[in-house]
Structure formats: structure tokens, C-alpha cells
């Protein structure tokens, strides 16, 4: 005889996508570290790790983004290739600069009904957060790449070291030419 699960005993998962902005233009003299925009090679990188999300049927609830021009392109790209509108994104100015702890704040702050969240922010600290959540080595995240990271049976709230699976890292140079 087979008994199903109640709601009580179901296993909870949520999934946290990082994305590592795209390519950006140098720093030019006088220009402001966080005013540098993305350049063609990283629009088209952002267009494709975009549509390959969508074509493993991967979305997200809620698309919190850095304050940096080339983060919030990013994500807007992103989530355009995924069919989110890019009003729904959200900002989180601490994330530029913020170091991993800010990540953290992010995810913590994140509603109950968000089952998949993405954010977009920069390196070292994007992968430093993959592998403290993860305990994982990731490498140093490549421009336009995505750690997916899975939680069991976690709230946001409690979300912290060693708590999350790595279930896929990809970056933009592993796909093929579409």
C-alpha cells in the first residue's frame, strides 16, 4: 500500500543561482569603478548563460543585483533571456563592495514564498560566498559564469556556511556557439 507524504513531511528546497556580472570595459582614468558598463563580448556572454538557463528550464522567484552598471546589465539581460520583466529586479547597493557578508544579508533577507533566487554580483566575493555556503572548492568564477546552489529543508533566514550543495557551475566559454 502507498501512503503519500503529508505537506509537513515533504522536503523543502530552495536553489540559489550566483552570477558573476559579464565582461565590462577597463577602468579608464577618471571613471568610476562602479559606473563601467559591459562591453559587446559581455552582452552577448550574458545573452547566452541567459538562454541557457532558460533551456534547462531554470528560473527564479526574485533577481537581486548590485548597484554596479555592469551587474544591473547583467542581470537585466539575464532575466530578459529568461522572460522575467527587469523591473522585477532588485538592488542591493551593499553587494558592490559589501564583501561575502553582504551576499549573506541578501539571502537572509529573502521572503518565505522566494523558492529560487538569483543574485548578480562580482568577483572575489561572489565566489568566496559559493564556497562558503558550499564548503566547495568553485575556483575563481569566471566573467558571466553561474554557481547553482541548492538548500534542504532551510529557510532563507538560516542559510550560512557549509549549508548548500553545489549543483552545477557554468560559464559562458563551456557553451557551445549557439
Known sequence: MFFA????????????YLVRHAKAEDRAPFMR?????????????SARIGRHLK????????LISSTALRAKDTARIVAEQLGIDPETI???EHMFDGGPKAYL???????ANCQSAMLFGHNPDITYFAEFLTHQDVGS???????????????????????????FYVAPKHLKEA
Not at 55 to 62: Q, R, S, V
Not at 105 to 111: F, T
Not at 142 to 158: H, N, R
Open 105 to 111: 544579508a541578501a539571502v537572509n533577507r529573502l521572503p
Open 55 to 62: 533551456d534547462k528550464g531554470i528560473t527564479a522567484d526574485c
Open 5 to 16: 507524504e503529508s505537506p509537513s513531511e515533504q522536503i523543502m528546497k530552495k536553489t540559489l
Open 33 to 45: 569603478d562602479h559606473d563601467r558598463e559591459l562591453v559587446s563580448e559581455g552582452i552577448i556572454a
Open 90 to 92: 532588485s538592488y542591493d
Open 141 to 167: 568564477m569566471s566573467k558571466g559564469a553561474v554557481a547553482a546552489i541548492e538548500f534542504t529543508d532551510l529557510e532563507w533566514a538560516a542559510v550560512s556556511g557549509r549549508t548548500g550543495n553545489l549543483l
